[in-house]
Every structure is written in structure tokens, then in C-alpha cells.
């Protein structure tokens, strides 16, 4: 029978990746002592970091469902690009037809 996935709190978390930035810890040792696996350990920090900034309590989410944040950021870099890929072909048609009048 398959075992149950672990679940950690926002707390867990945060004390694992305080004590890895604060350089009390080194990630395989921590990871070793908490029983859990160092690359967790490393999305952990990843998500403190690039989420809210560290110890913040909101850096990690408690369920695999996408905030409304992270769908305003999906939506939004989405849009940056699309508007990206038209500054770039207005930008060769003006070459273009910049060449053509001379």
C-alpha cells in the first residue's frame, strides 16, 4: 500500500530555511537531521526567496492550487511577452520601410 505524502507547515518551513540563510546549518545536514531531502530543502528556500522574501509566513502555499497572485503574475508575463513580440515586428517593419523610402 502506498504511504501517505508528508505534509509540512508553513512553520517547518520557514525555521528550515531560516537556519540554512542564517548559516547555521548547511542544507545536507539540515535535510539529514529534518529526514527530508535536500532538493525539498533547496525548493523551500527557492519559494522563501523568490515568492515574498524570507520570513515572510505567506512564502510558501499550503495547497498545489495557484494564488490569485500567481495567476496575476502568469497573466501578466504573459501579456509582457505578447507585447514584446509586437514592439519587435514593429520595429523591423519601420527598418523595412524605412529602407524602401530612400
Do not use: C, H, N
Not at 535535510?31 to 525548493?43: E, P, Y
Not at 502555499?61 to 507585447?83: A, F, H, N
Not at 514593429?90 to 524605412?98: E, N, P
Amino acid at each position: 500500500m502506498a504511504e501517505k505524502r508528508r505534509q509540512f507547515t508553513q512553520e517547518f518551513k520557514l525555521e528550515a530555511v531560516r537556519q540554512i540563510t542564517s548559516g547555521e546549518r548547511k542544507v545536507d545536514e539540515l535535510a539529514r537531521d529534518l529526514g527530508v531531502r535536500s532538493a525539498m530543502l533547496r525548493d523551500w528556500l527557492k519559494a522563501a526567496e523568490g515568492r515574498v522574501g524570507l520570513g515572510k509566513e505567506e512564502g510558501f502555499r499550503t495547497s498545489g492550487k495557484p494564488t490569485s497572485k500567481d495567476e496575476e503574475i502568469r497573466e501578466l508575463r504573459r501579456q509582457l511577452e505578447e507585447v514584446t513580440q509586437e514592439r519587435d515586428f514593429l520595429k523591423k517593419a519601420a527598418a523595412y520601410f524605412a529602407k524602401g523610402s530612400r
